[in-house]
Each structure stands twice: as C-alpha cells, then as structure tokens.
Nanobody, 127 residues
Framework: QVQLVESGGGLVQAGGSLRLSCAASGRTFETYYMGWFRQGPGKEREFVAA????????YYGDSVKGRFTISRDNAKNTVYLQMNSLRPTDTAVYYC????????????????????WGQGTQVTVSS
C-alpha cells in the first residue's frame, strides 16, 4: 500500500504562487498515475492535474491549464503541483491521489479511479 502526505499549502495573494508537494511512501513502485484534486467550500471535488508515471504524460483541468504544472522527483518519491497566477477561485483543500493499477489514462480526471488519497492541504487565495 502507498501512503501520501501533502504539504505546501497556505495563504497567498491573488497573482501569487505556491508549490504543493505530495510525498509517497510504502509500495510506491505500484503507483500507476498520480493526480491532484481540489474541493472548495460547498463545491464538489474537482480534477486539477494528473501525471502518468511510466511516460511522464500530463493532463490538466481546464480551469488550471497554463497556470499549474504537475511534476515529479523520482529520487524523492514526490510529486509537485506548481501553482502560478493564483486566483481567489483557486481557494480549496488540495488532495493528492494515486492509482495503483493500470487503467485508462483518459479516466485520470475521475476521482473514482484513484485508490489512495492524502489528507489534503488548504490553499487560500486572497483578493
């Protein structure tokens, strides 16, 4: 089993940047792809970005394209989410998630396809 721990959240002004980290431990070699999701107050969980570990392919939600970047550091078993040009609408709890078995990459934007989740980290963007 893989365990995921997010960090890097905080309070930032609109237009600023933050980098979230997701440190994986345990049976990390079984992770097929990693994703970031977020859930704002009173909203449903929303897909943010995904990374296919075998190829490095990335996939982004429409609301963050061009502003957020997902990346990884294999040596540290860590996946990052670099968030630039932040907006108040980006305020949410951000969750890191992993899928441990192969599945359609086109489904990487669906929270139900992930079987391991972190505890979440709060990001608040002030106007």
């Amino acid at each position: 089993q893989v365990q995921l721990v997010e960090s890097g959240g905080g309070l930032v002004q609109a237009g600023g940047s933050l980098r979230l980290s997701c440190a994986a431990s345990g049976r990390t070699f079984e992770t097929y792809y990693m994703g970031w999701f977020r859930q704002g107050p009173g909203k449903e969980r929303e897909f943010v970005a995904a990374l296919r570990l075998s190829s490095g392919s990335t996939y982004y939600g429409d609301s963050v394209k061009g502003r957020f970047t997902i990346s990884r550091d294999n040596a540290k078993n860590t996946v990052y989410l670099q968030m630039n040009s932040l907006r108040p609408t980006d305020t949410a709890v951000y969750y890191c998630a992993g899928r441990s078995t192969p599945y359609s990459w086109s489904s990487a934007n669906s929270a139900s396809r992930y079987d391991v989740w972190g505890q979440g980290t709060q990001v608040t963007v002030s106007s």
